[in-house]
């Protein structure tokens, strides 16, 4: 396939607004990658290549090329479409490859030599596809619907391919090649991570339980998202992300290996305790985790409270009652607190239980919902008395005073799930230590767009976890809401802007 042809498909994709013509659009691109003998690796590469670059992240990852060097390297363009998907895939992969001391040079000779075969519509997808700028609304849930209308089987079998799988290139590979068969025969597979279920926003304990009807009211802990993976004495621990973490947690892989069942996967956090049985802040958690002492992690404990699999048994399709009850028989001494109840009376105990044990709140999960891997639905519902949104920063503006030279003033966006793009919801320059002042203007540094006067922007890559009083209405912003008492608790660096809370979370808190 031609290159032009992606780039034309998204530059559609970005002129309409309209779901059902994006994903016919995309559709109709990944129909011209399958022909009737699609299973050669090179032609499944090349699905999953074209679903990257559609959706803004190449299939070899992010690979390191940088806001400066992909803009700066200008040299002059193609005046005819040459290139092919497979020439971009192959320099992306050379890129990759090319890492270490002296290794820049390299890098921009290759970089050079593609965008000089691109045209000026190419090398601007190239460019934004690079450095994660390409948010023309092929976001992954179009895709997925795009890839079922290509191969003609149910977005739900795409969906849930792409939870157990891996990643949605690989399964669209699959799809178009192999069909509903080939994308049923996917399951959980131990050792190999799956996306973890998320949990929306409730205002208070009595919403929240009035939403999912009967709920596990469980402790909510401010500690490290945790995939465990159990096989004999092998055991994996998983981030969020699906990044490894078992040789910076030795204590939680001593706990699961300890457990009396052969194999499981179950899901999970992961907290230091201190000696009077506290638990420690997120920064000194998230500390031994990235540290790479070998002391890191030893003080961390494993909480459990979901079960996907135990001793050759899947159980992510079964209600959460079931899987709640085998984590019981398997891991008792690992199960994060909880109870099942109706009773907005008996949940607001569990909660007040929970803060008094230092956590941040509860989180309330129907007992009938299967676990919806990768998915933010109503199914679980947290609260935090301390209400926070984890936001993405869109722009910062330069301080004054005591602030002169410091990028301060921050503006916050919520994530738009239809359009891959970030609304607007405040500002705040609260809660800002020297130290955080210092440490954004540096990192702010490097993912700069542009500027407008004391304005600068940003690509929006960084989460910033906002406290806030509560959410008003408001024309002053695109979302019509904006954030009342904002201010900031901390950075996560744990979390991608795809983890973001949506405006529709944020409209959720509106008085």
């Known amino acids: 396939m031609s290159f032009a042809e992606v780039v034309a498909a998204s530059s559609a994709v970005g002129a309409t607004t309209k779901r059902t013509e994006k994903i016919s659009t ?73 890492r270490g001391e002296g290794s820049q040079g390299d890098r921009d000779a290759c970089l050079t030599g593609l965008l000089e075969r691109a045209t000026p519509a190419e090398a601007d997808h190239i460019r934004r596809l690079f450095v994660g700028e390409l948010r023309q609304g092929a976001l992954e849930g179009v895709m997925v619907e795009a890839v079922a209308k290509a191969a003609d089987v149910p977005a739900a079998a795409v969906r849930r391919a792409t939870m157990l799988g891996g990643d949605l290139g690989t399964i669209a ?61 092998a055991v994996a621990v998983f981030t969020r992300n699906l990044n490894v973490i078992t040789d910076r947690v030795p204590a939680v892989v001593a706990a699961v290996r300890a457990l009396s069942v052969h194999s499981l996967v179950a899901d999970g956090e992961a907290i230091g305790v201190g000696h009077d049985g506290r638990p420690w802040s997120f920064p000194d958690t998230a500390g031994q985790v990235g540290s790479h002492d070998e002391a890191s992690g030893a003080d961390l404990r494993p909480f459990l409270f979901d079960l996907l699999h135990v001793d050759g048994r899947d159980l992510i399709d079964e209600p959460l009652s079931v899987r709640l009850d085998a984590l019981r028989s398997a891991a008792p001494e690992l199960m994060l607190p909880g109870r099942i109840t109706d009773d907005p009376a008996v949940a607001q105990s ?53 602030r002169t030279g410091w990028l301060s003033n921050l503006h916050l966006g919520a994530r738009e799930p239809e359009t891959g ?72 660096e744990d979390k991608a802007p795809a983890d973001a809370d949506t405006i529709d979370d944020v409209r959720a808190l509106r008085r």
């Open 173 to 233: 590979g699959i799809a178009l090649s192999a069909g509903g068969e080939g994308l049923d025969a996917i399951g959980l597979q131990l050792g190999r991570p799956i996306r973890p279920m998320l949990a929306s926003t409730a205002r208070d304990v009595a919403t929240a339980v009035a939403e999912v009807e009967v709920a596990s009211v469980e402790w909510k802990l401010d500690g490290i998202r945790i995939q465990v993976h159990k096989s004999g004495d």
């Open 421 to 492: 793009g970030f609304v607007m919801v405040g500002k705040t320059f609260k809660g800002l230590t020297d130290e955080l002042l210092a440490w954004q203007t540096e990192r702010f540094g490097a993912i700069e767009t542009h500027r407008q006067g004391h304005v600068v922007f940003l690509r929006p890559e960084v989460v910033v976890e906002i406290a806030l009083d509560g959410v008003l209405r408001s024309p002053r912003y695109p979302g019509g809401v904006a954030l009342r008492f904002a201010r900031v608790r901390r950075y996560r």
């Open 26 to 98: 995309l559709a109709d691109v990944l129909r011209r990658l399958a022909p009737d003998d699609l299973d050669e690796v090179d032609d499944l590469d090349e699905v999953a290549a074209v679903v990257g670059m559609l959706t803004g992240l190449p299939r070899q990852g992010r690979i390191g090329v940088g806001w400066a060097t992909v803009f700066d390297l200008r040299p002059p363009p193609a005046a005819q479409p040459s290139l092919t998907v497979r020439d971009v895939d192959e320099a992306i992969s050379e890129l990759d490859a090319m």
């Open 350 to 402: 569990v909660l007040e239980e929970s803060l008094q044990a230092g956590h941040e709140g509860v989180v309330c999960k129907a007992v009938g919902s299967p676990y919806m891997a990768g998915r933010r639905g109503k199914s679980w519902r947290k609260v935090k008395p301390v209400r926070t949104l984890d936001l993405v920063v869109l722009a910062a503006e330069w301080g004054h005073g005591r």
